[in-house]
């Protein structure tokens, strides 16, 4: 990793991996294309180039779903039990509360809660397989009232989705699960086949041509935001362990070649110390060809002068997961105001939000932090606002809505008010 000052350009620090979403971006509208022209026809020639595999058939029935409860370690299946116990516990939490007031006298207003009707999660499946984020995807979903929860993951080599994922899919409660990966699986989810009823939401990550996917179909069918190849940005000062800040860095790294990884400290000693910690433990990853590419392309160090700069840099790039290791994390806490998920101290490692202390782990990636929460309860969620007035309410808004609504040459709206205060012939 590249130990940089903060007085340089940082501009390509911030870019990251945006530029590679427009490189993708033509090839991703053919396959949606494509898609919606030829449905199932097309999902089986591109799941036939980019995973490998014929298939004929693309929905998961429950043979094979019984199947991989049998495969399956029971260890890991009572992992995955814990993971969506302690998810289902915090995303409870985030359900909305519905609510009404008088206003005024006469003038009740509310918002209730209603469900989305059908969404689609997508799983990634390229580089590695992942149970975590059907957890992450379904149980919101599942706690939040959705009818139909609709999950996608690209096939594996033996024409199969990974036994854990279709246990993890079942346990979160999962209604139907289909074999296709990528952008492909996307434009299906949002237009439909022959197969797949489209869906009116698509949430969960992916690498470049899934994220792209999204953003092409996002207006035909909603999305959740541009959940991308993994992020970590560590804010740390002297008392950080540079051996766990480098296993944080690894930890994200080992996702994508396009993976982004950057620690920002006021602490010259922990800067080369980091760095050094960085290539003992790649040299004996396992990943370590991903791990290479992504430090190699987006992995930096930035050498502040002080904690106040290095927040600084952490708010304008407004990174997916923000661990801060300072000696009052609390007190940075405070100054920060763009991040997907936030780690305080040197125990808290972007695993543990991964996998299972509760938090969601589907987050905006390439600086969408900025206006943009992680997945949550109320991703899958509408709040319709209600009314009810009485006519000595109505009375006492006549002043705003009449002039205003006239202002505006909207003269059926002011008649609305006036028809029903037995008003309507007083201008006339
Ligand atoms: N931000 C988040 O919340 C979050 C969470 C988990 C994972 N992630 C990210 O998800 C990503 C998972 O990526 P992955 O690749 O392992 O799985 P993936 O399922 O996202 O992508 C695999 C699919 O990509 C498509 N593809 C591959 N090469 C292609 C090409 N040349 N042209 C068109 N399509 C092509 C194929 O259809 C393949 O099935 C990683 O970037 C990881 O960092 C992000
Ligand atoms: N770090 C990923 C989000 O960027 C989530 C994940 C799933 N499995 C392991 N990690
Ligand atoms: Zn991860």
Redesign the pocket.
């Known amino acids: 990793m590249e130990i940089i000052s903060s007085q340089e350009d940082l501009s390509k620090v911030m870019e990251r991996s945006k530029t590679d979403i427009n490189d ?1 971006i033509g ?2 509208q053919d ?1 949606i294309n494509n898609v919606k022209l030829k449905k199932n026809q097309a999902l089986k020639e ?2 036939k180039k ?2 490998k595999v014929e298939l004929n058939d693309f929905k998961v029935n429950h043979e094979e779903i019984k199947e991989a409860y049998e495969n399956l370690d029971e260890k890991l299946i009572n992992s995955l039990k814990l993971a969506i116990e302690n998810i289902g516990q915090f995303h409870k939490l985030q359900i909305p509360k519905e609510w009404k007031v008088e206003l005024k006298n006469g003038i009740e207003a509310g918002q209730i809660i209603r469900p989305i009707n059908s969404v689609g999660c ?7 397989v ?1 149970p975590s ?1 059907i957890i992450m995807t379904v149980v919101p979903a599942k706690i939040a009232g959705v009818e139909r929860i609709v999950c996608c ?2 096939p594996q080599k033996n024409g199969k989705i990974a036994d854990a994922i279709l246990v993890a899919a079942d346990l979160a409660g999962s209604d139907e699960i289909y074999k296709i ?5 996307i434009a299906a989810l949002a237009y439909g086949t022959e197969t797949i009823k489209k869906v009116e939401k698509i949430v969960g ?6 994220t792209a996917a999204k953003k092409l179909v996002y207006g035909d069918t909603d999305i959740d935001f541009p ?5 970590v940005l560590i804010i740390a000062d002297r008392t950080a362990n540079p051996n766990f800040i480098a296993h944080d860095i690894l930890s ?1 790294s080992e ?2 070649p ?2 982004s990884c950057v620690l920002v400290t006021d602490d010259e000693d922990i800067a080369f110390k980091t760095k050094k910690e960085v290539e003992l433990l790649c040299q004996k990853a396992e990943r370590k060809d991903v791990i290479n590419q992504s430090l190699k392309n987006h992995g930096k160090i930035i050498l502040t002068k002080e904690i106040k700069e290095s927040i600084e840099i952490s708010n304008n790039y407004a990174p ?1 997961h923000l661990i801060i290791i300072t000696k009052d994390d609390e007190d940075v806490l405070k100054k920060i105001k763009n991040a ?1 998920s936030i780690f305080l101290g040197n125990y808290s490692p972007v695993a543990a939000g991964d996998y299972g202390s509760g938090t969601n ?5 390439a600086g969408g932090a900025a206006v943009y929460s ?2 949550s309860t109320e991703s899958f969620l509408k709040k319709p606002t209600v009314q009810k007035i009485t006519k000595e309410g109505l009375e006492s808004l006549k002043d705003i809505i009449i002039p205003i609504a006239e202002y505006e040459g909207f003269y059926a709206h002011s008649n609305s008010v006036k028809s029903r205060l037995n008003d309507l012939n007083s201008n006339e």
């Open positions: 993708v090839t991703v396959i591109y799941t980019f995973d997508y799983i990634p499946g390229g580089r590695a992942y984020t993951s690209p990966g990528g952008s492909q699986a990550p992916g690498n470049i041509f899934v959940a991308g190849p993994s992020e994200q996702h994508d396009n993976a997916e997907g782990h589907v987050l905006p990636t992680g997945l």
